[in-house]
């Protein structure tokens, strides 16, 4: 659930909830207005336009090869000793 916020005064109750405002009359708590506000998104900086163009004329990148999977080495046999005679 998003957190929510009340506010009031004589006139209204503001409800804050999420980014839907509601505004109640306070007297009879009848909905006056309900928004949806938008979210506030900060500027993308931009590359001055001479580093744009230079971006544009490099070759792209080609993606990298994986690395060939090696096969595992087999574990070398030991040798089997021989009983010894008595």
Do not use: C, H, W
């Amino acid at each position: 659930m998003p957190p929510a916020a009340i506010a009031a005064n004589s006139e209204f109750v503001y409800i804050l909830r999420g980014n839907i405002l509601v505004q109640l009359d306070a007297r009879t708590l009848r909905l006056v207005r309900r928004i949806k506000l938008e979210e506030e998104r900060p500027p993308v900086p931009r590359r001055p336009k001479e580093q744009r163009e230079q971006l544009r004329e490099q070759p792209r990148k080609q993606p990298r090869e994986q690395p060939k999977e090696q096969p595992r080495e087999q574990p070398r046999e030991r040798p089997r000793e021989q009983p010894s005679e008595r």
